[in-house]
């Protein structure tokens, strides 16, 4: 059974960073995709950031390029998205989620993904 297990995350002023974590059991992340995506109230989930199986490659909107970084540490099956110079419209629910897709090139719909992480609330005062 594949499970992602998120981290991090809170409340912080804007201007202010956080990390989130998500630690995946049951799936070899070294094989997938991964993306972080966010959902605020009354809005559609959208993705924040997306890499690649292999690494090499990485996708961020224009809203948060720049400011985040999503990342992964094959060697503890975890992918991180550090959150830099916060603003107030970052709040959300984070979620992590792995691609159905083995070996596949990153996307950036929710749809393409398969499992997803339970997501984490991020809160950005200004």
């Known amino acids: 059974q594949v499970q992602l297990v998120q981290s991090g995350g809170g409340l912080v002023q804007a201007g202010g960073s956080l990390r989130l974590a998500c630690a995946v059991s049951g799936r070899t992340i070294s094989n997938y995709a991964m993306g972080w995506f966010r959902q605020a109230p009354g809005k559609e989930r959208e993705i924040v950031a997306a890499?690649?199986?292999?690494?090499?490659?990485?996708y961020y909107p224009d809203s948060v390029k720049g400011r985040f970084t999503i990342s992964r540490d094959n060697a503890k099956n975890t992918v991180l998205l550090q959150m830099n110079s916060l603003k107030s419209e970052d709040t959300a629910v984070y979620y992590c989620?792995?691609?159905?897709?083995?070996?596949?090139?990153?996307?950036?719909?929710?749809?393409?993904?398969?499992?997803w992480g339970q997501g984490t609330q991020v809160t950005v005062s200004s």
């Open positions: 989620a792995s691609d159905r897709q083995r070996r596949g090139n990153f996307k950036v719909v929710a749809g393409a993904y398969d499992y």
């Open positions: 890499i690649s199986w292999g690494g090499g490659n990485t």
